[in-house]
């Protein structure tokens, strides 16, 4: 009886002190989300003042375009980050997709839907060799993505002879993957994201791959003596990230119509500063698909505003890299004032 009354009283202070501690990364997401979306308003505000040409329909339909592409490899790095990992081979592993896309078809003479499986397949065996040297070899993830970008730039290089490859004339309907619009006034690539984007929150919010995905971000040692396979699952979720980078490299090559092999490099740059931007921790554990997918808008908006007001390329990658620093200085003060 009495150690009945003893532990009642505590087992209900430490379920109010974790509803109140969830209640309070709640917010503080919503928080982030918001202050996103602000900036996103703030820059088409700023842009739209400083240019005529940036509110219309063709320049805010190219955003998105663009959007589509580094969105897509966006979602798909969210979980590798939220489990406070990274993966750096995102851009060139997209061109290598592309490549295998328009080997197959073009070279191969097989049917486009079978090229688009092998770029899809490409991404995932990528994504399988990231996840099994992180936690077979146990590199660390930088280093592995690293090893794997060099490798995946350098085998779209030779595999096609340093050329692009075309489509038109073997599957001239391919860029209507693209470039079409089964809504009327919206490119397919971008309906393509958001598609993907509620199939990522949905995977994020409402499987168990969500929930171990941001269980091993928050603490990979305590889930592993939980009983959870850390590893196999740290594999499936690099292999989920492989099959969104094999996904972009088909929107890319049906948008340009062929696979240009010196292309992808940057792509994970931009990628990742979306995903921070959106409010996802560098540190893991914390992250969400609405604020990655409104971190891929501020990055096209800025790039796309950029280009209009004539700023040269080299000092567009000066901002980029300066708004990267901003975001990773802000998500580490964050974590400090946590702490």
């Not at 919206?186 to 598609?195: E, G, R, S, Y």
């Amino acid at each position: 009886m009495t150690t009945t009354a003893t532990k009642s009283p505590e087992t209900k202070a430490e379920a109010e002190q974790r509803q109140s501690g969830g209640a309070k990364a709640f917010l503080k997401a919503q928080l982030q989300q918001s202050l996103a979306f602000g900036t996103l308003i703030v820059l088409v505000i700023f842009f739209s003042l400083a240019s005529p040409n940036f509110f219309q329909w063709s320049n805010i339909s190219g955003i998105l375009l663009a959007t589509a592409v580094i969105g897509i490899l966006a979602l798909g790095t969210t979980f590798v980050i939220i489990t406070s990992g990274i993966d750096l081979s995102i851009g060139t592993g997209m061109t290598l997709c592309a490549v295998m896309t328009g080997v197959v078809t073009v070279n191969f003479g097989m049917p486009i839907g079978v090229g688009i499986l092998a770029g899809l397949a490409t991404g995932a065996l990528m994504g399988l060799i990231n996840g099994l040297n992180v936690t077979y070899l146990k590199l660390p993830p930088f280093i592995a993505t690293l090893a794997m970008m060099m490798i995946a730039q350098g085998l779209a290089l030779v595999i096609s002879n340093v050329r692009p490859i075309y489509f038109s004339s073997v599957a001239p309907g391919f860029k209507q993957v693209a470039l079409g619009t089964v809504i009327p006034g919206l490119p397919n690539a971008v309906l393509i994201l958001f598609v993907l984007a509620l199939l990522a929150y949905l995977l994020l919010s409402k499987t168990i791959l969500g929930r171990y995905t941001f269980a091993i971000g928050s603490n990979e040692e305590a889930t592993r003596l939980s009983g959870v396979n850390t590893r196999r699952w740290l594999i499936i979720i690099y292999v989920v990230a492989g099959v969104f980078t094999g996904i972009a490299g088909v929107v890319m090559a049906a948008r340009l119509d062929s696979a240009q092999p010196q292309i992808g490099m940057g792509y994970e740059l931009q990628a990742i500063a979306a995903v921070i931007i959106g409010g996802t921790s560098l540190l893991g554990g914390r992250g969400s698909i609405l604020g990655t997918l409104i971190g891929a808008l501020i990055m096209s908006v800025l790039i796309n505003g950029l280009r209009i007001l004539s700023v040269q390329t080299e000092w567009q990658n000066v901002v980029v890299g300066i708004v990267i620093l901003i975001a990773v200085f802000t998500d580490s003060l964050r974590r400090r004032k946590e702490a």
